[in-house]
């Protein structure tokens, strides 16, 4: 069965790529876990766009995030040490291992991450991408 689609126009050429980027990120995680914001900043006349995503990552030590970007894909993955030798009466914080990815446009920059107070705030940066006109000679 063949798949139609809104990039299968004879009109738009070469967009193959933008195409797996939606169904990659269609297909991430439906889990709820963790939570997360996505703000857009205030910016100032001549500044690129700012964003910044937020996640509840209460537990976790800094050596226990890994935060890459993998072919234009912010990915985030938690893991907690489950073998710390405690002999627990009731166990009501898990730990839990995560992955969350989010899918960045072309020119957008991470700028940074920080972790504090349970809060991993990661600053992004959408960067003008610059207009060029070139003119194509005809060969004879």
Not at 18 to 44: C, F, H, Q, V
Not at 54 to 80: H, K
Not at 90 to 105: D, E, K, P, T
Request: charged content about 30%; aromatic content about 6%.
């Amino acid at each position: 069965m063949t798949r139609l689609s809104v990039f299968s126009s004879p009109l738009l050429l070469g967009f193959d790529e933008l195409e797996r980027m939606l169904d990659r990120a269609s297909k991430t995680s439906g889990d709820g876990y963790p939570p997360y914001n996505i703000e857009r900043l205030p910016r100032a006349e001549g500044e690129a766009e700012r964003l910044r995503i937020t996640l509840a990552v209460a537990g976790f030590a800094r050596d226990e995030i890994d935060i890459t970007i993998e072919e234009n894909q912010l990915v985030i993955r938690g893991r907690q040490n489950d073998g710390d030798g405690r002999d627990y009466l009731h166990r009501g914080i898990a730990a839990r291992q995560f992955a969350r990815s989010f899918v960045l446009a072309d020119g957008m920059e991470v700028r940074g991450a920080r972790l504090t107070n349970g809060l991993l705030e990661i600053g992004l940066e959408k960067l003008e991408p610059k207009r060029l006109v070139r003119r194509i000679e005809i060969g004879g």
